[in-house]
């Protein structure tokens, strides 16, 4: 609904402070930015997970615009969160992406650099070039934001995992090869 | 390729379930196999997952008659790669027990650190034709360019190799692609 504007950052179960700091630290720029992109934005949610942040900048700003700011660890109520957000801002994880994706929702994905093996920016690049999202490293979050056309993003199709099951039958034995 | 089934033939199932992701993707493949074909389930877990046997119980009906068991888990984030070898042989040396008994028809995997050393074990005893079994690895969706490490080693263990971005295959030849299964 075009009433309750609300933007979700998620960072899955990781610790992603290089996400959060610098949204923290940018935080009058960041809401400047979601404020064009989005309109009026009344409500800001952090489902931050491991990592170790006070947001203290963004909750003060948010108090200020008279934005309704939440970070939780966790929270059992994210699918209707993740419903009632007008934009996500999530980390490179498979489940975090496919679930936002499956509720249509406009997504912005940040790949954290710090990881090791960083296998992750694969499928954030595969997604994009698909034109199921944007995505970026913390350093670009603000520029993405601002410059990418989230209405030009197509829905995506869920996938239909019958495939599967009809290989599975297949190579096992349960359909006549013939 | 495959033996064809007798009508009403079922196979005992073996899926290994691994932390968070792995999880929710199995229960995904799960959710469309039919379990005519495929039961009893056993669901085998790393000894320190404490999710994702709340979440089998959670989202199929068949929890109450499936088995629950553990085994050693291979490798914890940021383990060294010495210690790694140490639990990982921990785990093959139980899994190695455990899998007789089981005795299953099919090994359904998709990919954490605890399925290797139950695709190991289940080989080992194919090798010696104790064990009859086919092993499903199905690679997961985050892997487009590459296989993950299990995927690297199941690819050459496992009877058939499910991948879900199609550029795998010309690495992997060996590989089906049916399309996103996520």
């Known amino acids: 609904a075009a009433a309750a504007m609300a933007c979700l950052v998620t960072v899955g179960s990781t610790k992603f402070e290089a996400l959060t700091q610098h949204l923290d630290d940018n935080a009058s720029e960041f809401l400047d930015i979601l404020e064009k992109e989005l309109g009026t934005v009344k409500k800001l949610y952090f489902q931050y997970g491991k990592t170790t942040q006070n947001f203290d900048t963004l909750r003060k700003l948010c108090k200020e615009r008279k934005v309704q700011f939440e970070a939780f660890e966790f929270t059992p109520k994210f699918k209707e969160i993740l419903a009632a957000s007008s934009l996500v801002i999530s980390h490179a994880g498979a489940g975090s992406i496919t679930e936002t994706l499956h509720l249509k ?59 599967f099951a009809v290989l599975l039958d297949k190579e096992l034995g349960f359909v006549d090869e013939t | 390729k495959s033996e064809k089934r007798r009508s009403g033939e079922k196979l005992n199932t073996l899926v290994v379930l691994g932390s968070g992701g792995h999880t ?17 389930i056993t669901y085998m877990v790393a000894d320190t ?48 027990a455990k899998i007789p008994t089981l005795a299953p028809d099919l090994i359904l995997v998709n990919g954490p650190g605890t399925c290797i050393p139950v695709v190991l074990a289940a080989w080992f005893w194919k090798f010696f034709g104790l064990v009859q079994c086919r092993i499903v690895f199905v690679e997961s969706f985050c892997r487009v360019k590459s296989l993950s490490m299990s995927g690297k080693i199941a690819y050459f263990l496992s009877d058939t190799f499910i991948v879900q971005w199609p550029m795998l295959l010309e690495r992997y030849p060996k590989a089906k692609y049916v399309g996103k299964l996520c």
């Open chain 1, 105 to 163: 929702k406009p997504l912005l994905v940040v790949v954290n650099e710090t990881l090791m093996d960083n296998h992750q920016i694969e499928l954030a690049e595969a997604m994009c070039s698909e034109g199921y999202l944007f995505w970026t490293n913390v350093k670009g979050v603000l520029e993405k934001l601002s410059t990418s056309n989230f209405r030009k993003l197509k829905p995506y199709p869920k996938p239909d995992a019958k495939a």
């Open chain 2, 24 to 40: 929710s993707e199995m229960m995904t493949l799960l959710s469309h196999m039919d379990s005519k074909n495929y039961s009893p």
């Open chain 2, 49 to 96: 997952d404490r999710h994702s046997v709340t979440k089998v119980k959670l989202l199929r009906d068949d929890a109450k008659t499936s088995r629950f068991v553990t085994i050693p888990r291979s490798r914890e984030v940021h383990m060294s790669w010495g210690l790694t070898v140490l639990m990982t042989i921990k785990a093959l040396v139980a899994c190695i």
